[in-house]
């Protein structure tokens, strides 16, 4: 949808094949993740893309994302079991899909729905 | 394999005073969709309240249990359409 930007998080780049070891103090793929919700106003972490979710849950967010036209930034998480293992850990919260807007978790598909519903989205979201 | 009682019985016990209805909807043992009625969310925001009920099951969320939809209400109010 023309609503929806996929921005792929430079998972590869960062750790080019033969870089040392990261040690514990750095970690590109979290680091990636947190300037990520950072950077954008609304982001979505999902399965699959906004254009071929890989799952219903995702694809029922997104389509609530859509139907508000919402502009997101759009994660797959699949790729990489790390981007899963890292969001987690920076959101304390165990689904996916995970909505950030201005830089805060406002919820996983039950909670965007409930919102969707409630027209509370939409304001969350201006 | 948990049953929908089991996840039940699990949230009642570990949320003091909360009223569980958990629907195992695909049959399988891994798809539940439980709305959860506890005094314990008053003045918690929604991602804080599902936090709680899944904290229940630490990594058991996307393991075993490989989806858990939530409602959570508070025990005075009636869920708006």
């Not at chain 1, 830089?103 to 201006?126: H, Q």
């Not at chain 2, 899944?54 to 009636?78: C, D, N, Q, R």
């Given at each position: 949808?023309?609503?929806?930007?996929?921005?792929?998080?430079?998972?590869?780049?960062?750790?080019?094949?033969?870089?040392?070891?990261?040690?514990?103090?750095?970690?590109?793929?979290?680091?990636?993740i947190a300037g990520a919700i950072a950077?954008?106003?609304?982001?979505?972490?999902?399965?699959?893309?906004?254009?071929?979710?890989?799952?219903?849950?995702?694809?029922?967010?997104?389509?609530?994302?859509?139907?508000?036209?919402?502009?997101?930034?759009?994660?797959?998480?699949?790729?990489?079991?790390?981007?899963?293992?890292?969001?987690?850990?920076?959101?304390?919260?165990?689904?996916?899909?995970?909505?950030?807007?201005?830089?805060?978790?406002?919820?996983?598909?039950?909670?965007?729905?409930?919102?969707?519903?409630?027209?509370?989205?939409?304001?969350?979201?201006? | 394999?948990?049953?929908?009682?089991?996840?039940?019985?699990?949230?009642?016990?570990?949320?003091?005073?909360?009223?569980?209805?958990?629907e195992d909807y695909t049959g399988g043992?891994?798809?539940?969709?439980?709305?959860?009625?506890?005094?314990?969310f008053d003045g918690l925001s929604r991602?804080?309240?599902?936090?709680?009920?899944?904290?229940?099951?630490?990594?058991?969320?996307?393991?075993?249990?490989?989806?858990?939809?939530?409602?959570?209400?508070?025990?005075?109010?009636?869920?708006?359409?």
């Amino acid at each position: 949808m023309s609503t929806s930007q996929f921005e792929p998080l430079p998972m590869s780049a960062s750790q080019p094949p033969g870089a040392p070891v990261s040690s514990d103090e750095s970690n590109p793929i979290h680091d990636a993740i947190a300037g990520a919700i950072a950077e954008h106003k609304v982001i979505l972490f999902m399965k699959g893309t906004p254009e071929a979710p890989a799952c219903g849950f995702s694809a029922r967010t997104v389509a609530a994302l859509q139907s508000l036209d919402t502009p997101f930034a759009a994660v797959d998480v699949l790729p990489d079991p790390r981007i899963r293992q890292e969001l987690t850990a920076i959101s304390d919260w165990p689904t996916i899909p995970q909505l950030f807007v201005d830089g805060e978790l406002l919820g996983g598909c039950d909670i965007v729905t409930e919102m969707y519903e409630s027209g509370e989205l939409a304001e969350a979201l201006r | 394999m948990p049953s929908a009682q089991d996840i039940k019985q699990r949230i009642e016990a570990a949320i003091p005073g909360a009223h569980a209805e958990v629907e195992d909807y695909t049959g399988g043992g891994d798809h539940f969709s439980a709305t959860v009625t506890a005094d314990a969310f008053d003045g918690l925001s929604r991602v804080q309240q599902h936090r709680l009920v899944y904290e229940v099951f630490g990594s058991e969320i996307g393991g075993p249990i490989h989806a858990l939809a939530l409602k959570t209400l508070l025990p005075s109010k009636i869920p708006t359409p």
